[in-house]
Structure formats: structure tokens, C-alpha cells
């Protein structure tokens, strides 16, 4: 679904035409499944909110590049 959204925001000219959205994907698939597995075994509840927003951060920056300032 994620990578049917990106195909279409790169023929759109949103996302560069030099990125690879399947491998893009993997990787943040692979990646957020990987921090979130070592969240739950070493990490705080405290810490939830943070690690879901560099996630969050981290899947913006694979698919669109830089946040604009007025959004981070």
C-alpha cells in the first residue's frame, strides 16, 4: 500500500525519480520492524513517543528528503 502511494507521488514529481520506493520500503520496513523489536526488549515506555517519532522522522527523510522547517 505504502509503496502503491509512493509510486504514484513520484510520477506526480513529489517523491525524485531517483529513488527506488520498493527498495525504499524494504528498508524502512526491515528498519522500523528492527528498532521497534529492540524498543520492546531493552528500551523505557517513557521513551514511546520518541522512537516513534524518529521513525516517523526516518520514513519522511527515505521517501521525500529534508523536512521543510515549517513542519519539523
Known sequence: MVAKHLHEEQR???????????????L??????????EHIQHGRPDDDRALAAEIARIGWLACYGPVPPNLS
Open 12 to 26: 506526480r514529481g513529489s517523491v525524485p525519480a531517483g529513488v527506488d520506493v520498493d527498495i525504499v520500503c524494504d
Open 28 to 37: 524502512v520496513a526491515q528498519f522500523t520492524d528492527g528498532a521497534i523489536l
